[in-house]
């Protein structure tokens, strides 16, 4: 065992891992849940160290060995997850504003850079956690920085995810142009649509969504970075505060920039509320998207992709999954979208104590949409109409007569659909078309049954008149 010590005393670190006294503390202090931080967030607290580290030896604050070395480690914590990702074992639900995660982050790395450069891990005379790794900065301006950066980089590839989605809907709305099917309201009969609108409704909202997180980075770029502990600057050199930005934007390829009112961006996290909440419209899209999907699948106008059994006990059973995980993922964006702002507002003064249920929420939120975009797009792809079925649908739905209005007017319309409903009651069979064209001519009748008349933007006012 390698012994470190802090100031409350010492601790015997097991010298395989890279970390150090604090994060040993605070493994033991919040052992709470499975919930580990997002080695996300982990890849952006390094490029931020990466970005001080480099600003810290072009100003002659760090040896250029020293700084070099901890630049390279920082690298390789980006590039290599699956390397380093058990180096950063702590829960994401940890007190202290995130101080644990950014301790974590300055041992490995100090560590790292150690054994990189032919020291052993501990060796803090050669080059320190906080002396060196962590100089001229604070958790409070690191960790929110570093949150813009990992859930920037989160919507960009959302985006992406939404992009696809959308792509998907686009086709299946092209597919279904001319299979004509019920709309329906209060789950009954409405008016007739092709199937191709009811998809462009989804492929619509979809766009919306995708414009919305588009939109997200722009309320993300403003970092609070050297503004230290609350945010005035006191410990860093002014020639850094303005310089370290510079490298991070150049490093992170993100349009970042400084805080207009760095005090007002360590205190509070107002940001990550509103972005929280366009994640969760997207959720709410999902979700009525996953549920117009499962329900056209059980009344048998489309067909999902089969994915696996549905029973234990029930052979050939095919549930709707993929809808069903969709719903699922949905909730917890939703629910995520409550605790964000719960964090939000109990911060208080000069920061918000919060950060990590904040960071690990927010990102967790923007990792189930990608994916349940991802994973929904060849689902999409694959879903079939049976046109039949819709049209049967149409066929036999007395609500039809509501396309008569501008011929008959209401009243006769209602009385022509009793007439209908009773004759059906008599003999299933009896078509409404046929029903139509005994009751007020073939023209008629073959005019107002249409797919033309059904979804064509309201009626040509000549027409009526004739």
Known sequence: MRKENDALGDADIDPDVLWGIHTERALKNFALSDRRVPYALVAAFAMVKHAAALTNGELGYLPKNIAEAIG?????????????ASAFPLDALQGGAGTSLNMNVNEVVANSALNATGHKAGDYDVIHPLDHVNLHQSTNDVYPTALRIAAISGFRALNDALAKLQGAFQAKEKEFHDVLKMGRTELQPAVPMTLGQEFSAFSEAVARDRWRTFKCEERLRMVNLGGTAIGTGLTAPRAYIFRVIEILRSLTGMGLARSENVVDGTANADVFVEVSGILKAAATTMAKI?????LLHFLGEIALPPLQAGSSIMPGKVNPVMMESTMQASLVVRANDFMIAECA??????????????????LESIDLLKNSALVLTPHIEGITANADRCRTFVENSPSLLTALLPHIGYERARLLMKEFSRAKEKNFEVNLKSFLAEKLGGDLADAVMSTANFI????????RKE
């Open 72 to 84: 390279a480690a920082c690298a390789k914590i980006c590039e290599n997850k699956k390397e380093y």
């Open 290 to 294: 996953a549920g117009d999907l499962r």
């Open 345 to 362: 507002a109990h911060g208080t003064l000069q920061i918000n104590e919060f950060m990590p249920l904040i960071a690990s929420a927010l």
């Open 456 to 463: 064509g933007l309201g009626y040509v006012e000549r027409e």
